[in-house]
């Protein structure tokens, strides 16, 4: 019997890399032994750590400005003659909570170190940010010049006081590479569906300072090619994908296809026999395209059984069902309002038992299979 792993990361607790491989040890005790770990990322939270532990990858460090502006170290990976960069790992939540002030300066840093590494296309997860500062702080990094009545590194309190921008320079600092903005979200730039509406106030921002923000990405979205802040996608990240595309030329895609690519998940999938997935907390959205669902409906079309172990079920999760989802286990009966991660590991590890057993009494096993 081959089995597959391949879980998103349970944000804040443990990551992709690390829930397969509880999960694997689990079924490994349980007399299932020699599950595959596949870690996998749909361009959110664990984008840089999938890419890290893909065959060829490697770790390139950069000298970068964190989201106040502090000096700091961020790490991206080459893989051949392409770069990968997680954006969190220079303008993440992780850095702190203060929205209006943050920049997006040290990804427009790594960009350029990627660049001058010789990379030919940059790929960019978006999840995790702490900033809505519509890329700009990232278009600055690399040359471009914003104005009001002087020039200035727009944050997001000052998007309002742009009155026009160049980017004459950004061109030599790309150094003729393509760059491709990795995305699990369908936000666009602003409006009620856009970055600060929808998710600021995860950021610190209060809800006067949403619509501050909000009236900010407007202000910027009239001065961008036509077409650009409808983009699905050009909310990422607090606007950071509008401004890929806007500044940089760039083009949104889907993080799950290019992490897809990246891991032969489809040829992964296409060997097992059952296919474990996973998350954090399972609710309503999980069937609107994230990870979990997109894997689900990559088993459907080839008749695999999916199963998902998340850490809990909020919601009508009855739509996963449509996409190829087997069953859902969950963790915790509800959404705890602090993880330890001690407990959550005694937890992932004992819901996986059960989901052994569950399979060792569904899919008999001869000693030839095991």
Do not use: W
């Not at 006081?161 to 393509?178: F, T, V, W």
């Not at 602090?338 to 060792?360: F, P």
């Amino acid at each position: 019997m081959r089995i597959l792993i391949a879980t998103d990361s349970f944000k804040g607790t443990f990551s992709s890399a690390e829930a397969g491989e509880i999960i694997r040890s689990a079924f490994s005790d349980t007399g299932v032994p020699g599950a595959e770990v596949c870690p996998v990322s749909d361009g959110g939270d664990g984008f840089g750590d999938v890419v890290a532990v893909t065959k060829g990858a490697i770790a390139r460090k950069a000298r970068v400005k964190d989201p106040f502006f502090i000096e700091t170290e961020a790490v991206y990976h080459m893989i051949g003659g392409d770069a990968y960069i997680e954006s969190a790992r220079a303008c993440g939540l992780g850095f702190g909570k203060d929205v209006m002030r943050a920049t997006t300066f040290g990804v427009g840093q790594l960009i350029h170190a990627a660049a001058a590494d010789g990379a030919k296309n940059i790929y960019i997860g978006l999840g995790g940010s702490g900033t809505n500062d519509g890329g700009c702080g990232m278009a600055c990094a690399l040359g471009a010049k914003f104005y009001s009545d002087y020039s200035f590194i727009p944050t997001g309190r000052n998007l309002c006081d742009i009155k026009r921008y160049e980017l004459d320079g950004i061109s030599g600092a790309l150094n003729g590479a393509n760059v491709f903005a990795c995305t699990d979200v369908d936000a666009v730039f602003c409006g009620e569906n856009g970055a600060a509406l929808m998710f600021s106030r995860q950021k610190g921002a209060t809800r006067e300072e949403a619509l501050r923000l909000d009236a900010g990405m407007k202000k910027l979205a009239s001065l961008f090619p036509e077409g650009i802040a409808s983009l699905p996608g050009s909310g990422a990240a607090g606007g950071l994908g509008g401004g890929i595309a806007a500044f940089l030329g760039g083009k949104i895609v889907s993080g799950f296809e290019i992490i897809e690519k990246l891991t032969g998940l489809k040829e992964k999938i296409a060997r097992a026999d059952i296919v474990i997935t996973g998350e954090g907390r399972t609710d309503a959205q999980t069937a609107h395209g994230k990870l979990p669902a997109r894997i689900a409906e990559l088993c459907k079309a080839r008749r695999k059984p999916c199963y998902i172990i998340c850490g809990s079920v909020k919601g009508d999760v009855s739509p996963l069902a449509e996409c190829g989802v087997s069953g859902i286990f969950a963790c915790y009966p509800e959404s705890p309002a602090a993880i330890d991660k001690d407990d959550a590991e005694r937890r992932l590890y004992a819901v996986s038992q059960k989901v052994a057993e569950n399979l060792k009494a569904d899919f008999y096993m001869s000693p030839d299979d095991i």
